[in-house]
């Protein structure tokens, strides 16, 4: 139904323009809000150090996981590369193992470089049992006993089978000894020697007796193998190095591509580093845990064999190999080695690799 009213006549302004009511106008549309959109170096130093903390360490711990199952993709290659590396950390632990063993032989060495003192004529036993008493108070003396004339008589009647003509003696011949054990410690040469010149000066004491020819010998033998184990150990630790070194710069040559657009887009020379360190390390932690279990198996089997010798010559020696504290030493040191090893290698190659 159409309405009656007359249409509202067109307005028209001076000009001849027309108009229209302001209500009759079109609202115009408001134009589009603009965010402002922060660069990321802002937000990144909004950033708590807790957040921070937090995407650090989840890196690394990506970066260790996927590390560790990459290697497991290769079980051959990493199982050969963990062999060669427990080889080359073994043969050291092995002779770090039976010098251990060596030092409970070295008890029975204690008696080769033991300072006979004997006591003049006409010493006392009250006299002797003091000079005993503060001989055994020295810091560099681990024992002292003291043996009367009467007993050193008796011991030679019965080791000598010169027992009855020792009977037909008139007075006993033979003075008080007090024998001295120097501490291992302090066992050697120099400290044997103003040990002696102690003991000499001592106005009780007659002779001191000590073979000292033995003791260089023990001790030039001893500095000899020292010094032959540390040099085999570094030999080999480099070996391990440049074992470790080529297998991550052949990592770094098939990962290169994905280290060019890690680049690209921002990635750190640090950020890139970090899984190939962790290779590294578990390459060297593989080759410790690979080589203590060797070192464990290879004493075991000499066990039996060493303390049946041993019973022969009436000695009480048994074999013994790493304990639980030395093996996790040896593996500390292997996951050390391979962690040098890797950061020398990336830090050679990954500058090579660079976005152009």
């Keep these: 139904m159409k309405s009656n009213r007359p249409a509202k006549p067109e307005r028209r302004n001076r000009m001849g323009a027309s108009t229209t009511s302001r209500a009759d106008r079109p609202r115009r549309e408001a134009p589009p809000r603009v965010e402002t959109v922060r660069p990321q170096g802002a937000v990144q130093s909004q950033m708590s150090w807790r957040d921070k903390f937090d995407a650090w360490s989840a890196h690394h711990s990506n970066s260790a996981i996927e590390s560790l199952l990459r290697m497991f993709e290769t079980p051959l290659q990493s199982a050969m590369t963990w062999l060669v590396i427990a080889i080359a950390i073994a043969l050291p632990a092995a002779l770090f193992v039976v010098f251990n063993n060596l030092q409970q032989i070295g008890q029975t060495w204690q008696d080769s470089s033991q300072v006979s003192v004997f006591l003049k004529k006409d010493i006392t036993a009250t006299q002797a049992q003091d000079l005993r008493g503060r001989l055994a108070q ?75 020819l033995w003791v260089k010998r023990l ?18 630790a480099l070996g391990v190095l440049l074992v470790i070194g080529n297998t991550i710069r052949m990592a770094i040559e098939n990962r290169r591509d994905e280290i060019l657009v890690v680049k690209l887009v921002g990635g750190t020379d640090a950020y890139v ?25 290879g004493f075991w089997w000499l066990a039996a ?42 830090a050679r190659h990954l500058y090579q690799i660079q976005p152009r």
């Design 138 to 212: 020295r810091p560099d003396v681990l024992q002292a006993n003291y043996i009367s004339p009467e007993q050193a008589l008796a011991e030679f009647k019965q080791g000598s089978g010169l027992g009855e003509l020792a009977n037909h003696l008139d007075e006993n011949p033979l003075p008080g000894v007090i024998l001295v054990t120097p501490k291992m410690v302090e066992n050697t040469p120099a400290a044997l020697a103003d040990l002696q010149q102690t003991l000499t000066a001592n106005p009780l004491v007659a002779d001191v007796r000590l073979d000292m």
């Design 219 to 236: 001790h030039q033998f001893i500095a000899l193998a020292e010094r032959f184990v540390t040099a085999l150990a570094g030999l080999l």
């Design 273 to 297: 580093r970090r899984p190939f360190l962790y290779t590294g390390l578990w390459f060297g932690v593989g080759g410790g845990i690979v080589a203590a279990i060797l070192l464990g198996l």
């Design 305 to 346: 064999p060493v303390a049946q010798l041993a019973d022969l010559y009436q000695s009480s020696f048994r074999l013994q190999g790493l304990g639980f504290i030395e093996s996790l030493q040896l593996i500390l040191f292997a996951g050390v080695t391979g962690l040098i090893g890797a950061w020398i290698a990336v």
